[in-house]
Each structure stands twice: as structure tokens, then as C-alpha cells.
């Protein structure tokens, strides 16, 4: 009797761990995590690959200039610690007291045997070459940075637009569900008004169609929808990233008609990112012309050694490093003109630098003019999407007042089963479109502040993207 008591109470015991296990199972699985926008945009400046590569070369800049500097002011130094050499030589023509060649009447081998340390200084400076290398240096440094404000706006609008059209399809997929709701709810009247003998089981069959049918449209949109998230993941570059669900974001949608055109366009001309690279590389064909003009002004070489060189016959000072020689040193004073050397290249040198200057200033003006063409269309498109939004929005709201009319034509026998379902299809294809016709909208409004190169929305602060 006790051992059946106590099998009993092991058995409960064992059915509410059972119960517990069944019933807080979906309680203890982890949530799938909600990706804002916001955290989206931080993931890729942290991931990205392309931006990463961007990001690290300014790191460059620093190490760069500091080296420009050792460079230009301090001179060239070269430090031989150890340098050791065994030479052989067997010489079998020798001069008599006239220079004339004789032939060497001691012609042996003769071996000897050296160890060097030496220091070298060295510093040249033809004209404004150690301003130049700064300004050189500088340019590079700045063209780093603004290759990686590009990359950073460019980024930004590309992940703002996979999210936005993740948002769309996701939107998409939950119309889609609405519609099987509202098929659902249609081929229960169908099968009511049949089985009180006001239809035919054809409108039953039909109405059953048209639930496959919008299901069969559910799942290929749920389809579409996880193809969007898969890009959006890839452009953020986290590779860690598991499963995610997106967060509501409002979508940026305002009456374009307060935009000015020109306001835009000379905003562009100072922050877009593209002419910003443009002005650099006009400033860099401009100190390469002053860099050639160089090659008129003298040059002048200073330069310094101290070694200690320990040398003897056979292999005496092979690996001599007792340091018991006395320091030898020697500096010069080198100041040359060479303005006629070479002269034909230099002024072909020179020549090709100012082509490059005035190329240079043309691509500059023709992405200027680019820019502002896609500053102005970019424009037009925006206020076009706006008024196909009005329309879309209006377009929906006669569908759905429509539908709700034939529905209750139907219902009293008025209309025929084919003309509800071409009631249906046009509320559906309206309110299809009016989610796509919105996310075209804030495309147009990215695609702007893409050309732009800042946010341009109501109530942004004329930063960058």
C-alpha cells in the first residue's frame, strides 16, 4: 500500500513537470528580436564591409602626417649597426709610374677583411617642396575623409531603403492576409445564401476559389517579404544577425510643395559628397602644377656621416667590434640649379600638369551640373509621387465604399456573385497600391537626399543623412 502511495505521488509529481514543461514552453523561448531602424543603421556602420574598408583608411591620416612631418623637418637618417665583408681580389693588369697598362709582374690574390657602423644624415629641399608635402598630405587626408562621408551617406540611404522596402512587403503580406479574412467572410454568405436557396453551389465553389487563390497571393508575398529582410541582413553585414522582425516605423510623408528647388541645389554644391571628392581633386591638380614649377628652382642637399670602419688584411676584422678605431666623419653642402636639365620633359611635365588642372575643373562643372539635374528631377519626382499618393488614397477609399455597396447587393440578390468578385479584385488591387504608391514616396524622398547629401524631411537639422 505505502509503495503504490508512493508510485501515485511520483506520478503526479511527474505528470505537473510534464504539464509545467508543455505549458511554459513557448513562455521560455526566446523572443525574436525586434530591429528598428535606428539600431539597423548602427549594425551596418559597424558591419559593413564596404564602409569598414572606407572607415579604415582615415585611420591612415595621423600616422601619415606625423611621418610628413619627421620627414620634411628632420632629415633622412640611415643607421648601419653591423655591416661585415671578406673580399678577395687577383689583379692582372697593373699601370707603370705613366698610367701606361702593364701587365702585373705580382699578380696574386690578396684578401682583407672589414666591419662598418655608420650613421647617416640627410635633407633636401628644392623650392616650396616642404610646404607642398603638406599640402600633399593634407589632400590625401581629406580625401580619405570625405571617401568615407560618402561611403557613410551612401550606407545610409542604401539601408534605409531596404528597410523601407522591407516594411513594404511586410505591409504587403498583411494585406494579403486581410484579404483571405475578408474571402473567408464572403464564402460564408455564399454558403448561407445557398443553403437557404438564394444561390447555386456555384457561387459556393467561387467564393471557395477566391480563398485558395488569395491565400496562394499571401504566400508568395510572405515570400517576398523574407527576400527583403535576406537583403536588408546581407547590407548590414552582421553575419551573427539570426531571425528578426522589423519595428512600425513612421514613414516619412509630408507635402513636398514647400521645397525649393534652388535652396536645394546650393546646398548640395556644399555637402554632396560627390562634388566634395570633385573640389579635392581639383585642389590636387592645382598643387600638382606648383609641384612641377619645382623643377625650375635649385635644389639644395645637406648631409652628414659618422662611421667607424675597422679593415685589415686576411680575416682579422671580420666581425671586428671592439670599437678601439677612432670615429670618421664627413658632411656636404650641395646647392645645384637644375633648371636646364632635362628641359624638354620638364615643360612636357609641367604642360601635362595644367591639362590635368583644367580637366580637373571640368569634371568638376559636369558633376556639378549632374547633380543639380538630379537634385531637380529628383524633385519633380517627389511632388509626382505626392499627388499619386492623394490619388491612391482616394482611388481606395471609392473601391472600399464600392465593395461595401455590392456586398450588400449580394446579399439582398441584386448582383451576381462574378460581378462581387470584380468588386473584390479592384478594392484589392487599390489597396495594394496604396501601400506601394507610400514606400514610392519615401523612395523619391531617399533617392533626394541621396542626391542631396543631407536629410531634407521636415524638422531635420541641414546635417547629413
Known amino acids: 500500500m505505502k509503495a503504490r502511495t508512493r508510485w501515485m505521488g511520483g506520478s503526479v509529481w ?30 551596418a556602420e559597424a558591419r559593413n564591409p564596404a564602409f569598414r574598408q572606407a572607415d579604415n583608411n582615415v585611420q591612415l591620416n595621423r600616422t601619415e602626417m606625423r611621418t610628413t612631418w619627421l620627414d620634411q623637418i628632420l632629415p633622412q637618417a640611415n643607421l648601419t649597426l653591423f655591416n661585415t665583408a671578406f673580399t678577395g681580389n687577383l689583379q692582372r693588369r697593373a699601370t707603370d709610374n705613366f698610367g701606361n697598362p702593364i701587365a702585373n709582374p705580382d699578380a696574386d690574390w690578396v684578401y682583407f677583411s672589414s666591419t662598418r657602423q655608420a650613421l647617416d644624415l640627410s635633407w633636401r629641399v628644392q623650392g616650396a617642396s616642404l610646404f607642398q608635402a603638406f599640402g600633399r598630405q593634407r589632400l590625401t587626408n581629406r580625401e580619405r575623409d570625405v571617401t568615407r562621408e560618402g561611403a557613410l551617406t551612401e550606407l545610409d540611404v542604401s539601408v534605409r531603403r531596404l528597410f523601407m522596402d522591407a516594411l513594404e512587403q511586410r505591409d504587403l503580406m498583411r494585406a494579403e492576409e486581410e484579404l483571405v479574412a475578408a474571402r473567408e467572410v464572403d464564402y460564408q454568405v455564399a454558403e448561407r445564401l445557398f443553403s437557404l436557396a438564394m444561390r447555386t453551389r456555384v457561387d459556393v465553389l467561387n467564393a471557395e476559389l ?11 508575398q510572405r515570400a517576398r517579404f523574407e527576400q527583403a529582410k535576406l537583403t536588408l541582413r546581407t547590407e548590414l553585414g552582421d553575419d551573427e544577425l539570426g531571425d528578426f522582425d522589423l519595428a512600425d516605423e513612421p514613414l516619412p510623408i509630408f507635402d513636398p510643395s514647400g521645397l525649393d528647388a534652388e535652396v536645394l541645389v546650393r546646398r548640395a554644391h556644399d555637402v554632396n559628397p560627390q562634388l566634395r571628392q570633385r573640389e579635392v581633386a581639383v585642389e590636387g591638380a592645382r598643387l600638382g602644377v606648383a609641384e612641377n ?15 667607424r670602419i675597422a679593415q685589415t688584411q686576411e680575416t682579422e676584422a671580420l666581425f671586428d667590434v671592439s670599437f678601439d678605431e677612432d670615429l670618421d666623419s664627413n658632411f656636404y653642402i650641395q646647392l645645384s640649379v637644375p633648371m636646364f636639365n632635362s628641359f624638354v620633359q620638364n615643360r612636357q611635365s609641367m604642360h601635362r600638369a595644367e591639362v590635368e588642372l ?20 529628383a524633385v519633380l519626382e517627389l511632388s509626382n509621387q505626392w499627388e499619386s499618393l492623394r490619388l491612391a488614397e482616394r ?11 455590392a456586398r450588400e447587393e449580394y446579399r439582398i440578390g441584386t448582383r451576381t456573385f462574378e460581378d462581387l468578385r470584380q468588386s473584390i479584385d479592384e478594392e484589392a488591387g487599390t489597396l495594394r497600391q496604396v501601400i506601394q ?14 542626391a542631396v547629401g543631407a536629410e531634407i524631411r521636415p524638422g531635420s537639422t541641414g546635417g547629413g543623412i
Open 437 to 450: 504608391v507610400r514606400h514610392q514616396f519615401v523612395d523619391a524622398l531617399l533617392s533626394l537626399e541621396e
Open 358 to 377: 583644367d580637366n580637373a575643373r571640368e569634371a568638376q562643372r559636369e558633376a556639378r551640373l549632374q547633380v543639380e539635374g538630379t537634385v531637380r528631377g
Open 293 to 307: 614649377r619645382n623643377s625650375w628652382w635649385p635644389t639644395l642637399d645637406l648631409g652628414l656621416r659618422v662611421s
Open 395 to 405: 482611388s481606395a477609399e471609392i473601391a472600399q465604399e464600392a465593395l461595401r455597396l
Open 210 to 220: 477566391a480563398i485558395e487563390q488569395q491565400a496562394l497571393a499571401r504566400q508568395q
Open 14 to 43: 511527474l505528470g505537473a513537470w510534464v504539464t509545467l514543461s508543455i505549458g511554459a514552453g513557448p513562455g521560455w523561448a526566446q523572443e525574436t528580436p525586434v530591429l528598428t531602424l535606428a539600431r539597423a543603421l548602427e549594425i
